[in-house]
């Protein structure tokens, strides 16, 4: 059973950088047929991808996030992170990690953390 688990500061302000990390048990090989993934979910604009990385390292990104987004991988810690730079309050929401297949399918998620842009 693959367990995906989010984490993150909870709040940060305006401006800065919001750093979140997923830790993955569970999962076993170095298949490149998954996506691990950062979607995020914020009242009236429903769930948005935010971007991926493969286990080889090659990542892809949403457009309208991809000019202030970095994800990156550790396997040795079986982690992966999202850094949203220029963070402003339309930043507020629930962000979650999850495991996308070949078929652009979620089959695993993470319960997802909210992290709040405010002064």
């Known amino acids: 059973q693959v367990q995906l688990q989010e984490s993150g500061p909870g709040l940060v302000k305006p401006s800065q950088t919001l750093s979140l990390t997923c830790t993955v048990s569970g999962a076993s090989g170095t298949a490149n047929t998954y996506y691990w993934t950062w979607f995020r979910q914020s009242p009236g604009l429903g769930l948005q991808w935010i971007g991926s990385i493969t286990y080889s390292g090659s990542t892809y990104y949403s457009p309208p996030f991809k000019t202030r987004t970095s994800v990156s991988g550790d396997t040795s810690k079986n982690q992966f992170t999202l850094l949203l730079d220029s963070v402003s309050p339309e930043d507020t929401a629930v962000y979650y990690c999850?495991?996308?297949?070949?078929?652009?399918?979620?089959?695993?998620w993470g319960k997802g953390t909210l992290d709040t842009v405010s002064s």
């Open positions: 999850a495991r996308v297949g070949a078929s652009f399918e979620v089959d695993y």
